[in-house]
């Protein structure tokens, strides 16, 4: 119950700032499925793997025997593309990370998994395998054309060659590793590279908002400080990392990303009227500087209104809000008790 009304709050603004595709890993990855189907909000959703006991499974057995199951139940869904979760190459042993990826292949399943989030994770992945984290999963056969990567941070050249390589999608997430001081990743060099990245919020719990729009300026200015270069990373190729960059980054730009010809119809209408918005010279720069989560009117999810002129068809966003103010209570109790 918990886990659903936190899913039903972040689909409620995530649709409200125009996000059609998210990509998830958490627990009770069934739940989250069924609430955002009924939502109409489309998502790679993956089940969390990890190697101790959480909420949902408490042994490798169980969760490998839950995402199974979720795999089989929700493939070829218009809308939920199943995928498992191992945590990351630090909290998933080698035996448990190859029977994940055996469990892909056999499924054509999605797998995500966060790589070299922090300095720390890749010095001590060398420390125990005598290779770095992305160098590490390719030497067990892990990484392929179906591998979602998070964060990906601290990558060597050689490890970015190898998400080439491999067509591994990025899943860059600024504001999350500014905030938890993870570092920059080298988000210009694997562009250059060619390879698909897209923009992740890492979600509320170490961003504090799912806010794309907000991400996208936020990615554009952080690489232009980092190098010291203003045209690093130009507005236009910000707004693509969002939305067909997106797309490749979760190995879904057949379906969505772009609209055009023989995809999903997943589009955001939004308000280009506002103070702040006003004059408009170019159309990018004004997308990924000047717009707001608020500006987005709205939303068309697989042909699907989910929200017209600001109001959300699909939720119940005061229903959303109580319960999350509940469980908000409930949380302060506990920690007082």
Same mark, same amino acid.
């Given at each position: 119950?918990?886990?659903?009304?936190?899913t039903?709050?972040?689909?409620?603004?995530?649709?409200?700032?125009?996000?059609?595709?998210?990509?998830?890993?958490?627990?009770?990855?069934?739940?989250?499925?069924?609430?955002?189907?009924?939502?109409?909000?489309?998502?790679?959703?993956?089940?969390?793997?990890?190697?101790?006991?959480?909420?949902?499974?408490?042994?490798?057995?169980?969760?490998?025997?839950?995402?199974?199951?979720?795999?089989?139940?929700?493939?070829?869904?218009?809308?939920?593309?199943?995928?498992?979760?191992?945590?990351?190459?630090?909290t998933?042993?080698?035996?448990?990370?190859?029977?994940?990826?055996?469990?892909?292949?056999?499924?054509?399943?999605?797998?995500?998994?966060?790589?070299?989030?922090?300095?720390?994770?890749?010095?001590?992945?060398?420390?125990?395998?005598g290779?770095?984290?992305?160098?590490?999963?390719?030497?067990?056969?892990?990484?392929?054309?179906?591998?979602?990567?998070?964060?990906?941070?601290?990558?060597?050249?050689?490890?970015?060659?190898?998400?080439?390589?491999?067509?591994?999608?990025?899943?860059?997430?600024?504001?999350?590793?500014?905030?938890?001081?993870?570092?920059?990743?080298?988000?210009?060099?694997?562009?250059?590279?060619?390879?698909a990245?897209?923009?992740?919020?890492?979600?509320?719990?170490?961003?504090n908002?799912?806010?794309?729009?907000?991400?996208?300026?936020?990615?554009?200015?952080?690489?232009?400080?980092?190098?010291?270069?203003?045209?690093i990373?130009?507005?236009?190729?910000?707004f693509?990392?969002?939305?067909?960059?997106?797309?490749?980054?979760l190995?879904?730009? !057949?379906?969505?990303?772009?609209?055009?010809?023989?995809?999903?119809?997943?589009?955001?209408?939004?308000?280009?009227?506002?103070?702040h918005?006003?004059?408009?010279?170019?159309?990018?720069?004004?997308l990924?500087?000047?717009?707001?989560?608020?500006?987005?009117?709205?939303?068309?999810?697989?042909?699907?209104?989910?929200?017209?002129?600001?109001?959300?068809?699909?939720?119940?966003?005061?229903?959303? !809000?109580?319960?999350a103010n509940?469980?908000?209570?409930?949380?302060?109790?506990?920690?007082?008790?």
């Open positions: 119950a918990f886990v659903r009304a936190g039903r709050l972040g689909l409620a603004e995530m649709i409200r700032g125009g996000t059609t595709t998210y990509c998830d890993m958490y627990y009770f990855e069934d739940a989250i499925a069924e609430e955002t189907k009924k939502a109409g909000v489309r998502g790679v959703l993956g089940e969390t793997i990890i190697d101790f006991p959480v909420a949902d499974n408490k042994t490798n057995a169980e969760a490998m025997a839950y995402t199974e199951k979720f795999l089989k139940r929700w493939a070829n869904d218009p809308l939920i593309v199943p995928a498992a979760a191992p945590h990351a190459p630090y998933v042993s080698t035996d448990h990370l190859r029977a994940i990826k055996a469990q892909s292949d056999r499924f054509k399943s999605p797998v995500v998994i966060h790589v070299a989030e922090t300095k720390k994770e890749r010095d001590d992945i060398f420390n125990q395998y290779k770095t984290p992305a160098a590490y999963l390719d030497s067990i056969g892990f990484l392929s054309n179906r591998t979602i990567a998070a964060h990906s941070v601290w990558l060597s050249p050689a490890e970015i060659n190898i998400y080439l390589e491999r067509g591994v999608g990025a899943a860059h997430c600024p504001q999350s590793n500014m905030k938890l001081a993870s570092g920059v990743a080298s988000v210009p060099a694997l562009l250059a590279a060619g390879v990245v897209g923009i992740g919020t890492d979600g509320a719990a170490s961003n908002d799912l806010d794309m729009w907000d991400e996208m300026d936020t990615v554009a200015k952080l690489h232009k400080l980092t190098s010291e270069n203003p045209t990373l130009p507005a236009r190729q910000a693509e990392m969002a939305t067909i960059g997106g797309a490749r980054a190995h879904l730009d !057949k379906t969505t990303g772009s609209i055009e010809s023989g995809k999903r119809a997943d589009i955001v209408i939004v308000d280009m009227d506002g103070l918005q006003t004059p408009m010279f170019n159309v990018y720069s004004h990924v500087y000047a717009t707001k989560a608020a500006d987005v009117r709205t939303v068309i999810i697989n042909g699907r209104l989910v929200m017209l002129d600001r109001r959300l068809l699909t939720l119940n966003e005061n229903a959303i !809000k109580k319960d509940a469980y908000r209570d409930k949380i302060i109790k506990s920690l007082k008790e």
